[in-house]
């Protein structure tokens, strides 16, 4: 095993000179920095350029404006002020809720070292000595370094604002000071993140600006800002460029952004201010992929990062900075994908959840992340972008950036357009939605698991999440926690078995390693996707299981039917006996029961918990006289909402030991009103053997309806029944023995009794008909349809405009023989 001086000896031969120049210089201030203080050198200020010409740059407000926006906040969001004010008291007595723990008591001297979940204090070491994950000796420094933000003295500015208390600016003072006591430079866990030194940074600057017109601002800018401006050197020196050029990067650029534009007479602003937004325009080319996905693969840092680049170009704007045009085509693109997530209910997560905000740390739920749609609705005009920023709601954070002008453009009238299903190919997030009944919107998640070894990813690969109706149905498990005494508990939560996919012997799509960290990553491939007017397509595989000793592939198919169902479609590959398991993770606030405990199938009806009659619900139903319907189990888990928080959920587990290949069939059915009683949904697997091999046949059979779902199962073509053809996939709907719905992918031709339905000059991507609204579509527009389409749709082949026809046959309708 090689030493540890071998291992840095080998990380540093990958370095180019110009990474070795970084690192080398940031160890010598390091020990230099140490070796002043043992001299009796205090560090933790820097004096001013007193005489400097430079006038201070404009923040989101000025003085005068203050005032105004309290009153605008008061007026319009009376719920979010009162809010405010309790949780300041709380901050007077020193409880605090910092990630998901609430009511976190510190007593009468508040303990900045302190891990108070764990009851674990960082030692008083220099920073660089500390090593911040072990739990042992520190806890989790999460919840420390939250407590450190000090985003906590915003709200105590704000109380003071809108009540006119001077107490709260009395306990901000106190609590500010007492942390400059007990934090010396170069000593203690709350310097060993650039990124905390610089949302600190960013929540004294805010502390500044509100206590604009306090009796002791004076006095208090007098202290703070030499603070300021060594928090601002520090940042410089220990940019994370090199050790986690990710959010850490892009906080940091945009605090020493801040600081160099907003506080020009400290030594290096401009310097900070030039270098600060550079590397915010380089960051955002460089860590958002083309299609606006951001590249670590997590919704949570999506927002993260989209708040920074938004944060950095309103401060851009207000001081009359050039926007490149490149910039604000990056945010537009991510603020796309966040809306496109948003269509039908809150944007569901994927990935870790860090548990902190740029803004309000309290706004760290599923149901805050499309804050930024607000900013964007304001910052770009819902002219710009009406489809994008329709989910946007006016909050508290608007109104202090932005003032009125959020206010009236929330005023104005609003329109949700459509749900539509669209992808974004490089994250890897396919939105398959529709709008009937009501908004729906299912994400398959297709991408890379993230970038290098994947720290902020899940092994999540080909995972789904459900949102209807404005609410949450399947969701994503959270993240738990980072850091802990069990790393089993930080493995769980980002482990397959958290996920709405399918886990393979027990064991993850990757192998779990550090905390921040995977081996043996998954690669996904899409093998197609099809957003037509009638359906939308998916299909994809990973090779997560290829490292078994019997390798396995996951094949996952989802096909939504506009209006009605979706019908996903799991197929392991392999060769020997494995366990599956599907787990499907329900809501916290659903109900899931089992309707057919007695019966041969497998159904399991969802709704909100306390729902009256009419309310949305869904069915899911499996596949009956399959291994798989009597090893279907409602049961509870563990969802986390919120960094360290955990709560009680529903959840459906499909398992069995099957001999692969294997596949698995469920059905979604989203529904209006109450369960059906009578005509209850079933979907029937029918494999078929000998000459009709060659296709896998699903049906789903409610009131007068019967849908037929076909894959073909391997390149040649298939019958089954009176049906042939060399589609890939082929679905039909039929009421009262007349089609009402085709839709047909790849191949050229379908049959019914031998006789042309369809037929093609070359292979074609994809035709649809739909009876209820005339829909005809085909790609790439090749198809003929025959006599027989005619009497088996009941309707003119006059009607199907753009499509060829064909007069070779003329039958009597075959469905009475079917039927």
Not at 204 to 232: K, M, N, Y
Not at 240 to 258: D, I, K, Q, R
Request: charged residues 25%.
């Amino acid at each position: 095993m090689a030493s540890g001086w071998q291992c840095k000896l080998a990380r540093v031969s990958r370095m180019d000179w110009e990474e070795v120049r970084v690192r080398v210089g940031q160890e010598f201030h390091k020990h230099s920095d140490l070796l002043m203080h043992r001299m009796g050198v205090r560090h933790g200020a820097v004096r001013l350029n007193a005489n400097s010409a430079a006038g201070a740059g404009q923040f989101f407000f000025s003085g005068s404006e203050i005032s105004e926006r309290a009153e605008l906040l008061r007026k319009h969001l009376p719920d979010e002020a009162a809010e405010i004010l309790r949780e300041a008291d709380e901050i007077c007595g020193h409880r605090f809720r910092l990630l998901g723990y609430e009511n976190l008591d510190y007593g009468r001297e508040i303990d900045w070292h302190l891990d108070l979940v764990h009851g674990k204090r960082a030692p008083l070491d220099p920073w660089f000595k500390i090593p911040f994950l072990d739990f042992a000796l520190v806890g989790d420094h999460k919840v420390t370094w939250e407590l450190n933000r000090h985003q906590h003295l915003v709200t105590l500015a704000k109380a003071r604002l809108l009540s006119g208390d001077e107490k709260y600016v009395r306990e901000l003072m106190a609590q500010w000071r007492s942390w400059i006591k007990a934090n010396p430079y170069p000593l203690g866990i709350n310097w060993g993140s650039t990124l905390e030194v610089a949302f600190r940074s960013l929540s004294w600057i805010w502390v500044d600006h509100l206590l604009a017109g306090a009796a002791e601002q004076a006095e208090f800018r007098s202290e703070i800002s030499p603070t300021l401006a060594f928090h601002g050197r520090y940042i410089e020196r220990y940019l994370s460029t090199y050790f986690s050029p990710n959010t850490h990067l892009l906080g940091e650029a945009v605090a020493l952004f801040f600081l160099g534009t907003l506080y020009p007479q400290m030594p290096g602003a401009a310097r900070w201010q030039e270098s600060g937004w550079q590397i915010v325009l380089n960051e955002a080319g460089r860590q958002v992929r083309p299609d606006g996905v951001y590249f670590e693969q997590s919704l949570y840092y999506h927002v993260y990062a989209l708040d920074f680049f938004l944060y950095a170009r309103s401060l851009a704007a207000r001081n009359g900075m050039e926007i490149p045009p490149a910039y604000d085509a990056v945010l537009g693109r991510m603020l796309d994908v966040l809306a496109t997530l948003a269509q039908a209910g809150p944007a569901e997560g994927f990935g870790d959840d860090d548990g902190g905000r740029l803004w309000n740390p309290r706004r760290n739920r599923t149901e805050h992340m499309t804050d930024p749609l607000t900013l964007g609705a304001v910052m770009y005009s819902r002219e710009m972008y009406p489809r994008e920023l329709s989910a946007a709601r006016l909050t508290e954070e608007a109104i202090w950036l932005f003032g009125n002008q959020a206010v009236e453009e929330f005023s104005k009238a609003q329109t949700s357009p459509a749900a539509r299903s669209l992808a974004f190919p490089d994250g890897g997030l396919y939105v398959l939605a529709d709008s009937q009944p009501y908004a729906q919107a299912m994400v398959v998640d297709a991408g890379p698991q993230g970038v290098g070894r994947s720290g902020h990813g899940h092994a999540d690969a080909l995972s789904l999440r459900l949102t209807m109706d404005g609410r949450r149905w399947l969701v994503d498990s959270g993240s738990g926690v980072y850091i802990s005494k069990d790393p089993a508990e930080r493995n769980t939560f980002r482990g397959t078995g958290a996920h709405n996919t399918v886990r393979v012997d027990g064991v993850d799509q990757a192998v779990a390693d550090e905390p921040f960290s995977w081996t043996h990553i998954p690669t996904t491939q899409v093998e197609n996707w099809i957003a037509g007017k009638s359906f939308t397509y998916f299909v994809g595989s990973h090779n997560g299981y290829a490292r078994l000793a019997d390798p396995v592939e996951h094949r996952r198919h989802v096909l939504k039917i506009a209006g009605d169902v979706w019908l996903v479609r799991d197929v392991a590959l392999g060769r020997t006996e494995h366990e599956l398991e599907l787990r499907w993770h329900f809501a916290p606030d659903l109900e899931v029961q089992n309707e057919d405990r007695n019966s041969r199938a497998g159904r399991v009806e969802i709704t909100r918990a306390g729902a009256a009659s009419g309310e949305s619900g869904l069915s899911l139903i499996v596949p009956e006289e399959t291994a798989w319907h009597t090893a279907t189990e409602v049961g509870r888990t563990l969802l986390s909402p919120a960094y360290g928080a955990f709560q009680p959920a529903p959840l459906v587990r499909c398992h069995a030991r099957v001999l692969l290949p294997a596949e698995i069939a469920t059905a979604l059915v989203p529904r209006s009103g109450a369960i059906r009683q009578e005509g209850e949904p079933q979907i029937e697997p029918r494999l078929v053997s000998m000459a009709q091999a060659a296709v896998q046949v699903y049906e789903l059979n409610y009131h007068d309806e019967s849908h037929g779902f076909f894959f073909a199962l391997g390149d040649e073509a298939w019958s089954f029944g009176p049906l042939s053809s060399d589609a890939r996939v082929l679905y039909c709907r039929i009421e009262k023995e007349k089609l009402a719905h085709l839709v047909v992918i790849g191949g050229r031709q379908v049959a019914w009794q031998e006789q042309p339905l369809l037929k093609a000059a070359g292979p074609s991507a994809f035709f649809e008909w739909r009876r209820q609204d005339a829909v005809l579509n085909a790609a790439p527009g090749e198809f003929s349809v025959t006599a027989l389409f005619e009497e088996l749709t009941g309707g003119p082949r006059s009607s199907y405009p753009g499509v060829d026809h064909d007069s070779s046959h003329h039958s009597p309708s075959p469905y009475a023989e079917k039927r």
